[in-house]
């Protein structure tokens, strides 16, 4: 680990945030939460859908949905999609590490790093289906009172449930508390729920067309909850109706980082990448999709990541079903 890697610096010197206070967009929406804070559950869901509404409208409408009871979460029958099975490619063609290097070196990026997602290579994939949304902080809540497991969420002060952040992803969880979640979802519903392995999650995000972005690929802050757009939290579900993949996903960029199934392993004609990740563990679970803590490089679709133990490692988690 090099003195100016981003986990050598204070979480704010990694952010590029300067040491005094700065708002966000979240600061400033008491008029959007009197706007739509006696709309119906129909009416609040158009605005979070629509794409005429602001992103203050939406995150308002969301918020307010939150605590109504946002009809979205269904613990026992998640909204899930089915991806069929094909052969895809996967990664990054090794050609392209130099533009991708330089495209975000000025935000810390290091060149090994983008050389951690190649080579590219094809492989089969099975049918298989993937939720629509990352788990949510009602969610989890709902498997601690029924599970009894220990492990809180770090991301919950002093352990005390969000009730303002219901339909917020969970984060601040480990990879043993995901699995965990998994495995009892599937015990009470009698289905096959686990972590969408990486190679489904990277297709599932970028699509046949291999997106750089799950949208397309040109990167826009309205389109996901990434440090560009200083919300500097996480947002409610959904609320980004153009940063769909084109499976109908939300947030597959941006607001929380996902655990996947895999731990680390190298590309076909790849080589290890000795990164502070791999120094801490060379066997760290690879996780996907950048965070509101992040810049947007780690919400590209091929970019690879994992845990380092600090805050700004906002990690949560997607749910996938065998077939």
């Given at each position: 680990?090099?003195?100016?890697?981003?986990?050598?610096?204070?979480?704010?010197?990694?952010?590029?945030?300067?040491?005094?206070?700065?708002?966000?967009?979240?600061?400033?929406?008491?008029?959007?939460?009197?706007?739509?804070?006696?709309?119906?559950?129909?009416?609040?869901?158009?605005?979070?859908?629509?794409?005429?509404?602001?992103?203050?409208?939406?995150?308002?409408?969301?918020?307010?949905?939150?605590?109504?009871?946002?009809?979205?979460?269904?613990t026992?029958?998640?909204?899930?999609?089915?991806?069929?099975?094909?052969?895809?490619?996967?990664?990054?063609?090794?050609?392209?590490?130099?533009?991708?290097y330089?495209?975000?070196?000025?935000?810390?990026?290091?060149?090994?790093?983008?050389?951690?997602?190649?080579?590219?290579?094809?492989?089969?994939?099975?049918s298989?289906?993937?939720?629509?949304?990352?788990?949510?902080?009602?969610?989890?809540?709902?498997?601690?009172?029924?599970?009894?497991?220990?492990?809180?969420?770090?991301?919950?002060p002093f352990?005390?449930?969000?009730?303002?952040?219901?339909?917020?992803?969970?984060?601040?969880?480990?990879?043993?508390?995901?699995?965990?979640?998994?495995?009892?979802?599937?015990?009470?519903?009698?289905?096959?729920?686990?972590?969408?392995?990486?190679?489904?999650?990277?297709?599932?995000?970028?699509?046949?067309?291999?997106?750089?972005?799950?949208?397309?690929?040109?990167?826009?802050?309205?389109?996901?909850?990434?440090?560009?757009?200083?919300?500097?939290?996480?947002?409610?579900?959904?609320?980004?109706?153009?940063?769909?993949?084109?499976?109908?996903?939300?947030?597959?960029?941006?607001?929380?980082?996902?655990?996947?199934?895999?731990?680390?392993?190298?590309?076909?004609?790849?080589?290890?990448?000795n990164?502070?990740?791999?120094?801490?563990?060379?066997?760290?679970?690879?996780?996907?999709?950048?965070?509101f803590?992040?810049?947007?490089?780690?919400?590209?679709?091929?970019?690879?990541?994992?845990?380092?133990?600090?805050?700004?490692?906002?990690?949560?988690?997607?749910?996938?079903?065998?077939?």
């Amino acid at each position: 680990m090099t003195k100016d890697s981003i986990n050598h610096l204070t979480n704010r010197d990694a952010m590029r945030l300067p040491n005094f206070f700065s708002g966000s967009i979240c600061d400033y929406i008491s008029d959007e939460f009197n706007k739509v804070r006696y709309n119906s559950k129909d009416e609040l869901i158009a605005q979070i859908k629509s794409l005429h509404t602001s992103l203050s409208t939406r995150i308002a409408a969301a918020t307010v949905l939150g605590h109504i009871g946002d009809p979205r979460i269904n613990t026992y029958q998640p909204a899930m999609q089915l991806i069929d099975g094909d052969k895809i490619s996967i990664g990054t063609n090794s050609e392209n590490i130099d533009k991708i290097y330089n495209q975000f070196k000025n935000i810390g990026v290091k060149y090994e790093w983008i050389e951690k997602e190649t080579p590219e290579f094809d492989i089969e994939l099975e049918s298989f289906k993937i939720a629509l949304h990352p788990v949510t902080n009602q969610e989890y809540r709902d498997f601690l009172v029924d599970s009894r497991w220990s492990e809180l969420p770090s991301s919950w002060p002093f352990g005390k449930y969000p009730h303002y952040a219901v339909n917020h992803p969970v984060f601040g969880i480990s990879v043993a508390a995901a699995e965990a979640y998994t495995k009892w979802l599937a015990k009470k519903t009698q289905r096959l729920f686990r972590l969408p392995s990486e190679i489904e999650w990277e297709y599932a995000a970028a699509g046949p067309l291999r997106n750089i972005y799950p949208w397309g690929n040109i990167f826009s802050d309205l389109k996901a909850n990434t440090l560009e757009s200083n919300i500097l939290c996480t947002t409610p579900i959904g609320i980004y109706e153009e940063g769909k993949s084109v499976f109908g996903l939300y947030d597959m960029a941006g607001n929380v980082e996902e655990y996947v199934a895999d731990n680390y392993w190298v590309y076909p004609k790849g080589r290890f990448i000795n990164d502070d990740l791999a120094l801490l563990d060379p066997n760290y679970r690879i996780t996907r999709g950048g965070s509101f803590t992040r810049f947007a490089d780690l919400a590209r679709c091929t970019r690879r990541h994992g845990f380092y133990p600090k805050d700004l490692y906002a990690i949560g988690f997607r749910l996938a079903e065998t077939i």
